[in-house]
């Protein structure tokens, strides 16, 4: 148990309840999230509403190789989060720690090639303003999106690996007992950045190739 | 000494139908007020501590019934002003035939009105008293509020789309406007006046002003160095739906919908032609936005509907 | 707006603060600055807050003393046309995102809930911390844009002005009011989690205080609207620091969908700011006149109610903007139907007082106070929410006054009523109560002074934000600006004789005001932990007397305390 005290902390009086207040608060903070992403989809979807037809032409201007091969890495390191954070609970070292480094890793691939889309349409003048490609005015709105909401998620992708690599660092030279909740609520966290993904593949990559 | 005024004028027959809302709306809340001010004093003045009023348990009427008994009141109470508010929201958004239209141009930080027979006012607007009156208003820039409170009228003026205002002037005099959307710099100086006139008087003024073209006319000159006139008027290669006489009909679009011809249709399919495309033809216009103005939208529309046969 | 940090010395008081069970208070449980800022007990941050909101209100209040200034004449006198449509943007952005919204909840909700519910502390004590230093990294990003040249784009940053036109500092300022929203979701799920997982042994849900339920209301509220405000913000941010043209015109891009994306927070945002001060004003109501609440359980669903439906009646805030007809009638009627449980609160408040034994202290004057200014408040919303008044009413001084009353005249009152009610709680000092009640009917007559004449200008026309006006309505301005005078002493008044009581103010009891909830159940300031041993429950709340007999004047003392320690 003396692992179990490291990680209790004020005002709790059980590990237990600790970690059901952890899990707790992270399900409400991704609620909060769950509504900022959901209001600027529902942006974009009045947007849509109101553009069809240009929204459809800039919709088939994204790279959707790019795109697919993203939602693959991500939709992984989905996978080893939840076998980090479950080997983590069960205080099994060796597995936290592989799945927790290949998290990082399979993130760290979503934003090297999200790196290179952005490069290619930047070249190809995706980005709204002066020289824009398509002739359409409300083009560029749907780029304007494209450019928030993949910014937006990326944003939020870093900030994932911030939070798992300090985690992982702390798992492995043992200052953060295994026991803690940390694990888990940095993987729902994880799990959530996920899923705004599955959303955002499809309206801004499959959209336009319906 | 100024004397103090606690009522606006009531100048229109929108300011009808609002002040006896008011009034009515007035009394109740006036009532209401009165009546939890003085049952707070009452009890606090009953109450007191260590007074002689009888205390001890409340009475079981009290407890429940009152409660359910409030909040049921509260809820009609609420349900019926809603009831008279909505209907009268309703009434004023009723379609009357044959309106004075006057085209007004927001920009910071001044009004342009345009007559129809194309007179021109700036920060003016002259109308003639008892004409049914609608103002089709749009921005240059920003976003802009037409405020009358003589004639109980509000409505913003956006940048891109067209808002309307109905009423019918009933009283003859000048009439102070605001602009009442923050819109920048001199927004507190955005003002002007609207002078409504007997009819005789406005027919009289408005023979006196330098008449511009009418807005008719300046949208037929439009209509030919936009270039619209090679497709839509059937002479050129492409085949586009002709526009004499389409004013106010219903038209099937080639997804099936039908749309009503207004303004809001004309200036869609100017701006964004491809999405009510009509059944039968192909979606080949280009898109005019950000190659017509605000103003020069507003003359289109008014030469389409002038076309022959444009009265439904 | 306590000076208490300001003043500084308790920490290092040359007469230590014992609670009267002796032991060293929070205040005095450890000394030095690290202690205070890098302090995780939800006390010491109560003040770190409320030092850092005093800064705020003075700088919002000086905003709003240069616009009266400006408004005593028709023409300008004082302010260059720019200088004030800066000046009330500065009013507006500070005092509602940087006073009115943190004020009770990060004030005596971070103080009072754990204590209230018979916690050790919130359930996330360095996020607590963290959410102050959000706070005041905002607010100093807030005051650089002030500094630098100000904002001038009114506190609704309503587009295309604010994203193409604007040549202010829009992007500081919004930048900062995201961040001050992150603050706000930290502390919101900070109390959502302590209400649900820290409550005492059986202390059950129907056996909360009202304030905890308020608070519990506003933080669901602060947590699933305040990310929208975010949104809608970063999306202006991307506008003009990127040229993405969300909302622009020229490329069929909607200004009305920032409107409705805007409002989707703000409105909410009025209950964030009034469902607090309902809960402090309950524990007044029913502490002063003996008596048990009044409807208790109706009490609680008011709150939920208004919590939910607050959701849904946005698009009220637009009946002139252009949306369609349809919207604007059930907007009209949703917003009637939440005007049904303001109204439950009002009777149900004045029906505590029904066979009471109502004593006036200071605290009681500011909570009568506040129920007067808050139901001609809030009836003069049903004036509002009935679509054709509005569009004659709207954007003038009819709606400035409107919510003037239920944001200065309810929240403001609330809070000064609760800085009284849980002063003694807070310092473990007692104020002059002659003085103290002096302020309170001060402010009242004060704010009905300041904001009643601006009804009547509003419904002549006088439009809002404007700095030159026509002469007609000169009389009003005059009148509205001399009471603010008064208002401004009933507000300065407090903050001197409550710094005074920190050193000659007498010693406060443990439970001055004889009242019945837990935070009472301890000594006077409590000690770091709160509680000697931790409170189990076996009561409801408010039991002032028995069920079956009225309270009695010649006992004081409340008939059951919540609360007693295992």
């Known amino acids: 148990m003396s692992d179990g005290q490291e990680a209790l902390r004020e005002p709790w009086d059980s590990l237990r309840r600790q970690r059901e207040a952890a899990s707790f608060g992270t399900w409400l903070f991704l609620g909060s999230e769950a509504l900022l992403f959901g209001g600027l989809m529902m942006a974009f979807t009045v947007n849509r509403v109101l553009h069809g037809d240009a929204f459809a032409a800039a919709g088939h201007e994204t790279n959707v190789v790019y795109g697919t091969v993203n939602t693959l890495v991500l939709l992984s390191s989905s996978l080893t989060m939840a076998i980090g954070a479950e080997a983590a609970r069960a205080e099994l070292r060796k597995p936290t720690l592989i799945g927790l480094s290949l998290t990082i890793l399979f993130a760290l691939t979503f934003l090297v090639i999200k790196g290179f889309e952005w490069r290619d349409d930047f070249r190809e003048g995706l980005f709204p303003g002066p020289g824009f490609k398509l002739q359409e005015p409300a083009t560029e709105i749907f780029f304007a999106f494209y450019w928030v909401m993949t910014g937006l998620h990326g944003l939020h992708v870093t900030a994932g690996i911030a939070v798992i690599t300090w985690f992982t660092w702390q798992a492995w030279n043992g200052k953060r007992a295994l026991r803690s909740p940390a694990f888990e609520a940095a993987a729902l966290y994880w799990h959530l950045v996920d899923i705004v993904w599955v959303f955002l593949y499809p309206l801004l990559y499959l959209g336009g190739r319906a | 000494m100024m004397d103090i005024q606690l009522w606006p004028v009531a100048a229109s027959d929108v300011a009808t139908r609002v002040d006896a809302i008011v009034l009515v709306l007035l009394l109740i809340t006036g009532a209401i007020m009165t009546l939890v001010l003085v049952l707070l004093l009452t009890f606090a003045i009953r109450y007191r501590r260590g007074s002689g009023a009888r205390r001890g348990e409340l009475p079981e009427l009290v407890k429940k019934e009152v409660e359910i008994g409030w909040t049921a009141a509260t809820l009609f109470l609420a349900l019926f002003i809603f009831a008279w508010a909505a209907a009268t929201t309703l009434g004023d958004a009723r379609p009357v035939g044959d309106a004075l239209e006057i085209h007004v141009a927001a920009k910071q930080w001044m009004w342009k009105t345009q007559h129809p027979n194309g007179a021109r006012e700036i920060d003016a607007l002259h109308l003639p008293r008892g004409t049914p009156t609608r103002l089709l208003m749009t921005s240059q820039d920003v976003i802009h509020s037409f405020f009358v409170p003589a004639f109980r009228i509000k409505q913003d003026v956006l940048p891109g789309r067209l808002t309307e205002l109905r009423f019918t002037p009933t009283q003859t005099g000048e009439f102070p406007l605001y602009c009442t959307e923050y819109c920048g710099t001199l927004h507190a100086r955005m003002g002007g006046t609207v002078t409504v006139m007997e009819p005789e008087d406005y027919g009289r003024w408005l023979s006196a002003q330098p008449q511009g073209d009418d807005i008719g006319h300046e949208g037929a000159a439009l209509f030919v160095s936009l270039g619209c006139s090679g497709c839509h008027a059937g002479r050129g290669p492409v085949r586009a739906p002709g526009l004499a006489g389409i004013w106010g009909r219903d038209v099937q679009l080639a997804d099936g919908r039908v749309r009503r011809v207004d303004e809001s249709y004309l200036r869609d399919s100017i701006l964004q032609p491809r999405r009510d495309i009509v059944a039968g033809y192909e979606p080949q216009m280009p898109s005019f936005s950000g190659i017509v103005g605000e103003e020069e939208l507003l003359r289109l529309v008014a030469y389409i509907r002038s076309l022959p046969g444009g009265q439904p | ?566």
């Open chain 3, 1 to 566: 707006m306590s000076d208490i940090a300001a003043e500084g010395p308790i920490p290092g008081d040359a007469q230590p603060h014992q609670g009267l069970r002796g032991g060293p208070s929070y205040l005095t449980a450890e000394h030095g600055l690290a202690a205070w800022f890098l302090t995780t007990d939800h006390k010491r941050i109560a003040l770190l807050y409320a030092a850092a909101l005093t800064v705020f209100f003075f700088i919002g209040g000086a905003g709003a003393v240069a616009i009266r200034m400006e408004l005593f004449t028709p023409q300008a006198d004082l302010l260059s046309a720019d200088g004030y449509n800066r000046m009330f943007t500065l009013h507006g952005t500070v005092m509602v995102w940087f006073f009115l919204v943190p004020s009770i909840p990060n004030t005596f909700g971070n103080f009072l809930l754990p204590l209230m519910i018979g916690a050790r502390d919130l359930a996330f004590p360095r996020l607590n911390l963290f959410s102050w230093y959000l706070f005041v990294g905002a607010g100093a990003l807030l005051v650089y844009a002030l500094v630098a040249g100000g904002v001038d784009t009114g506190w609704t940053f309503y587009t295309p002005f604010s994203t193409a036109y604007s040549q202010s500092y829009v992007m500081a300022a919004a930048l900062a009011v995201v961040l001050v929203g992150f603050s706000s979701i930290a502390t919101g799920v900070n109390f959502i989690a302590t209400v649900h997982m820290l409550r005492a042994p059986g202390m059950t849900w129907f056996r909360l205080p009202l304030l905890v339920w308020a608070l519990y209301g506003t933080s669901l509220v602060i947590v699933l609207a305040t990310p929208v405000l975010t949104l809608v913000l970063l999306l202006i941010v991307a506008e003009r620091a990127f040229g993405l043209p969300i909302f622009d015109p020229a490329y069929g891009g909607d200004p009305l969908l920032f409107q409705h994306l805007f409002w989707f927070y703000s409105h909410p945002a009025v209950y964030i700011m009034i469902l607090p001060a309902f809960g402090v004003v309950s524990e007044l109501v029913t502490c002063f006149s003996r008596r048990q609440v009044f409807g208790y359980t109706f009490m609680v669903y008011a709150i939920l109610w208004i919590a939910v439906v607050g959701f849904l009646v946005w698009g009220h805030h637009m009946f002139v903007s252009g949306q369609s007809l349809f919207a604007n009638i059930v907007f009209s009627f949703l917003s009637f139907i939440i005007a049904v449980p303001s109204a439950i609160k009002v009777f149900n408040w004045t029906f505590t007082l029904y066979r009471g034994q109502i004593t006036f202290d200071a605290p009681m004057l500011y909570a009568l106070g506040f129920i007067g200014l808050f139901t001609l408040g809030g009836l003069t919303g049903l004036f509002l929410a009935s679509v054709p008044i509005d569009v004659h009413v709207t954007d003038t001084y009819f709606v400035v006054a409107h919510f003037h009353f239920i944001m200065v005249g309810g929240t403001v009152s609330a809070f000064y009523g609760g800085l009284h009610f849980w002063w003694p709680k807070i310092t473990g000092r007692m104020y002059p109560d002659v003085w103290a009640r002096f302020a309170a009917v001060l402010m009242f007559f004060g704010f009905c002074f300041t904001f009643f004449p601006q009804f009547i200008m509003g419904f002549l026309g006088m439009p809002r934000r404007y700095q030159v006006y026509p002469p007609e309505f000169q009389i009003w301005h005059v009148l509205s600006s001399s009471g603010a005078v008064l208002l401004a002493g009933a507000y300065l008044l407090p903050m001197g004789y409550l710094a005074w009581s920190l050193i000659w103010g007498e010693r406060a009891e443990e439970d001055p005001w004889k009242a019945t909830g837990l935070e009472w159940r301890t000594s006077s300031p409590p000690p770091r932990d709160n509680f000697r041993t931790m409170p189990a429950v076996d009561t409801g709340p408010y039991l002032y007397h028995p069920d079956e007999e009225g309270p009695r004047h010649d006992r004081p003392q409340a008939h059951q305390n919540q609360g007693r320690e295992t």
